[in-house]
């Protein structure tokens, strides 16, 4: 069914109105319900902490759109914003003053207090498999259009050929 | 690919077994660390050549860990829908990992290690979720078994982690330990006694949560509640155990007395009510799903109450999960439609308390 204000989307949203005692239906697309003053839901993040997140980062990470997109994976806060996931550990440093806000308003705090932990030495290491890695960010560097990066890496993958 | 069940170490449900503290109430006890493995994107941004270099990265770590040691390895990505619906009717897969949520299919690299006690998770929303399960109320064994593991696998794999922030994972709820704990717990008395609603916001007071018997988003059946820690940073992993069973042992003694409650208050009513639970699941010709687990949470409880003897714990937490659909229909070796389930159902459950001595009053 047509919207029937702009004739040009499917209509989503059935809008009953009672105006001196008499009802109209109206079935109107997302666009027009929105004009007249009704929210859907269609616009909220779907994750748990979808309300949460939204609340919080009109306060905190609204700076940080501007902020560089992740280095390593290419992942941008808005992305953060809409998946609730960050997209690798390096998203911890890049998004680190955004994110120390808001992991203290999760658990009331943000220094981990648990068990440290020491990587493995090299050695002990069952793959170094730093070309392959080297390879992988470079694939996703060029996905994501970020060329000086990418012109890093390949030098880097370079030298680690010769 | 099919599956042989009978050859996971235990079947994958020792667990079940009901030999742990307060077995009556608290069906089992799970502990499980996030962990991500350095130098990948996470999982959810992750390529299927990434998943895949996690996994054989594990693959590779297996031999040097001990605590996996007899361990079986499931591509749960090679697997068919209802293997899969099987390994989560058995709590062995979370539904993401087995591609069962809506809109989603099974990812690339999703694969599932299973031990004796401890499991791993592989690709799930993280690279790697380290379980271990015990039955009954058991966080301290559960918990060194899990840690013993994470020490293991944590020295032959270089996992994410922050000085600052601790262990990375992709969703912040889980930074920092990346440790859940949680209790699966039957809470007849406090539903029946309409206690529960205050129990449960207590909880939430406490830093706990609560879900329903599959974990998030799932819905409380049969009166069974998870009961949960809520945050993981800014407290040590004993702080977080030591909390959550410091409470859930106030949540048994606070249905315990509710069971005392309904027994000198309305104990033929409740006597009745149970018996006739009994009398459906021994004699119905067609159960559907939820009415099993309803009439298994009364029978459940009139067992914990012993008005019915002659019936074991353990029995009842087998029925609970190979009564449901995706057992029914591996037991029977064929798709089943709603109607045959609910028949076939009702025909296992028969024969299950059949072969039991016999309930007496």
């Known amino acids: 069914m047509l919207c029937e204000n702009c004739r040009e989307n499917d209509a989503v949203v059935n809008l009953?109105?009672?105006?001196?005692?008499?009802?109209?239906?109206?079935?109107?697309?997302?666009?027009?319900?929105?004009?007249?003053?009704?929210?859907?839901?269609?616009?909220?993040?779907k994750h748990p902490l979808g309300d949460f997140l939204q609340a919080v980062q009109q306060k905190s990470?609204?700076?940080?759109?501007?902020?560089?997109?992740?280095?390593?994976?290419?992942?941008?806060?808005?992305?953060?914003?809409?998946t609730g996931r960050l997209g690798c550990a390096r998203c911890y440093g890049a998004f680190e003053r955004s994110l120390r806000e808001?992991?203290?308003?999760?658990?009331?705090?943000?220094?981990?207090?648990?068990?440290?932990?020491?990587?493995?030495?090299?050695?002990?290491?069952?793959?170094?498999?730093?070309?392959a890695q080297l390879r992988e960010r470079l694939r996703r560097a060029i996905d994501s259009e970020q060329f000086e990066l990418a012109a890093e890496l390949r030098d880097r993958l370079r030298a680690v050929d010769t | 690919m099919s599956l042989d069940l009978s050859?996971?170490?235990?079947?994958?449900?020792?667990?079940?077994?009901a030999s742990g503290e307060h077995a009556d109430v608290v069906l089992s006890t799970r502990i499980r660390l996030a962990r991500n493995v350095e130098g990948y994107a996470f999982t959810p941004r992750a390529r299927d050549g990434e998943r895949l270099r996690v996994l054989a990265q594990i693959r590779d770590a297996v031999p040097r860990v001990p605590s996996l040691t007899g361990s079986v390895l499931l591509r749960v990505d090679e697997l068919t829908t209802p293997v899969r619906q099987l390994l989560h009717e058995r709590h062995l897969v979370s539904k993401e990992l087995a591609g069962l949520e809506s809109g989603q299919d099974v990812r690339t690299g999703a694969a599932?290690?299973?031990?004796?006690?401890?499991?791993?998770?592989?690709?799930?929303?993280?690279?790697?979720?380290?379980?271990?399960?015990?039955?009954?109320?058991?966080?301290?064994?559960?918990?060194?078994?899990?840690?013993?593991?994470?020490?293991?696998?944590?020295?032959?794999?270089?996992?994410?982690?922050?000085?600052?922030?601790?262990?990375?994972?992709?969703?912040?709820?889980?930074?920092?330990?990346?440790?859940?704990?949680?209790?699966?717990?039957?809470?007849?008395g406090l539903v029946l006694t309409k206690e529960i609603a205050k129990v449960l916001a207590g909880l939430q007071q406490m830093?706990?949560?609560?879900?329903?018997?599959?974990?998030?988003?799932?819905?409380?059946?049969?009166?069974?509640?998870?009961?949960?820690?809520?945050?993981?940073?800014?407290?040590?992993?004993?702080?977080?155990?030591?909390?959550?069973?410091?409470?859930?042992?106030?949540?048994?003694?606070?249905?315990?007395?509710?069971?005392?409650?309904?027994?000198?208050?309305?104990?033929?009513?409740?006597?009745?009510?149970?018996?006739?639970?009994?009398?459906?699941l021994r004699y119905a010709r067609s159960l559907s799903l939820d009415e099993a687990m309803n009439y298994l949470s009364g029978v459940r409880l009139a067992v914990g109450?012993?008005?019915?003897?002659?019936?074991?714990?353990?029995t009842l937490n087998k029925l609970l999960i190979f009564c449901q659909s995706a057992h029914l229909a591996y037991a029977e070796g064929r798709a089943l439609s709603e109607a045959e389930a609910c028949q076939a159902r009702a025909r296992y459950v028969r024969e299950a308390l059949a072969n039991e001595a016999g309930a007496q009053g």
Not at chain 1, 104 to 130: D, K, M, Q, V
Not at chain 2, 7 to 17: F, T
Not at chain 2, 305 to 314: E, F, Q, T
Request: negative net charge.
């Open chain 1, 16 to 45: 009953t109105t009672i105006k001196d005692n008499v009802v109209t239906q109206q079935h109107l697309c997302e666009k027009c319900a929105a004009a007249k003053g009704v929210e859907t839901s269609v616009t909220m993040p």
């Open chain 2, 7 to 17: 050859l996971l170490p235990d079947g994958g449900v020792g667990w079940l077994d």
């Open chain 2, 207 to 280: 830093g706990l949560t609560y879900r329903g018997l599959y974990g998030e988003g799932s819905e409380v059946v049969g009166n069974f509640f998870q009961i949960s820690n809520q945050t993981t940073l800014g407290r040590s992993e004993e702080e977080l155990i030591h909390d959550l069973a410091k409470v859930v042992q106030k949540v048994i003694e606070r249905e315990e007395e509710a069971r005392r409650v309904l027994l000198r208050d309305a104990g033929y009513i409740i006597e009745d009510k149970l018996w006739r639970a009994y009398g459906t």
């Open chain 2, 112 to 188: 599932l290690l299973l031990g004796e006690g401890v499991s791993v998770m592989v690709n799930e929303e993280d690279h790697l979720r380290l379980q271990s399960l015990r039955s009954g109320l058991a966080v301290g064994a559960a918990y060194r078994a899990v840690e013993r593991l994470d020490q293991e696998l944590g020295s032959r794999v270089p996992y994410a982690y922050h000085p600052e922030f601790g262990f990375l994972t992709a969703c912040p709820t889980n930074t920092g330990t990346g440790l859940r704990a949680s209790v699966l717990i039957h809470l007849p």
């Open chain 1, 102 to 131: 808001l992991l203290r308003r999760l658990h009331g705090n943000s220094r981990h207090t648990g068990r440290r932990y020491e990587p493995p030495a090299p050695e002990l290491l069952e793959r170094a498999g730093s070309v």
């Open chain 2, 305 to 314: 109450l012993k008005l019915i003897s002659g019936l074991s714990v353990y």
């Open chain 1, 61 to 82: 990470l609204v700076g940080a759109d501007d902020a560089p997109a992740c280095h390593f994976c290419g992942a941008s806060a808005r992305d953060f914003r809409t």
